[in-house]
């Protein structure tokens, strides 16, 4: 992996996020692995300090693959969550694990199973619960 910009987490996020990592099988395994290094590398803060262009749990992201020129908006979500957001991508997702902490702007190079690799650029922030005073999320 060649460019994996800084990235900030919200502390009750990488709280979640280390009890999902914990109990990790199977085929999240490979995807729990990488979202435990970007919570190692990334800067984790209390909830009210997150920045408005930031990614974080809930928030509705509208970003471009730019391996396959493709703009999306999804929902990063915890897994229980799927089934119930329409736009939601997982956190345990291959797509869904790049984009946690990422700011607008930002490219990052990420790793796909069966070895390709998506660069994926994050264009805006559409909603975000610490932007909207909701801390607890």
Same mark, same amino acid.
């Given at each position: 992996?060649?460019?994996? +910009?800084?990235?900030i987490? #919200?502390?009750? @996020?990488a709280?979640r996020?280390q009890?999902?990592?914990?109990?990790? %099988?199977? *085929? %999240?395994?490979?995807v729990a692995?990488?979202? /435990?290094? /970007?919570?190692?590398?990334?800067?984790?803060? @209390?909830? =009210?300090?997150?920045?408005?262009?930031?990614?974080?749990? #809930? %928030?509705q992201?509208?970003?471009? @693959?730019?391996?396959?020129?493709r703009?999306?908006i999804?929902?990063?979500?915890? &897994?229980?969550a799927? !089934?119930?957001? *329409?736009?939601?991508i %997982?956190?345990?997702?291959?797509?869904?694990?790049?984009?946690i902490?990422?700011?607008?702007? @930002?490219v990052? /190079?990420? &790793?796909l &199973? $069966? $070895? $390709? /690799? !998506?660069?994926?650029?994050?264009?805006?922030?559409?909603? =975000? +619960?610490e932007?909207? $005073? =909701?801390f607890?999320?």
């Amino acid at each position: 992996m060649t460019s994996r +910009p800084p990235i900030i987490i #919200n502390r009750l @996020d990488a709280e979640r996020l280390q009890r999902l990592i914990d109990v990790a %099988s199977g *085929e %999240s395994l490979a995807v729990a692995e990488l979202l /435990e290094e /970007e919570l190692a590398r990334g800067e984790v803060i @209390d909830p =009210q300090e997150i920045p408005a262009d930031t990614v974080s749990m #809930n %928030s509705q992201v509208q970003f471009t @693959d730019l391996t396959r020129d493709r703009q999306m908006i999804r929902t990063l979500v915890y &897994p229980h969550a799927l !089934a119930a957001t *329409e736009d939601g991508i %997982s956190v345990m997702a291959p797509i869904g694990a790049a984009l946690i902490g990422l700011r607008v702007g @930002d490219v990052i /190079e990420w &790793p796909l &199973p $069966g $070895g $390709g /690799e !998506a660069q994926l650029r994050i264009d805006a922030i559409l909603w =975000q +619960p610490e932007r909207e $005073g =909701q801390f607890h999320r």
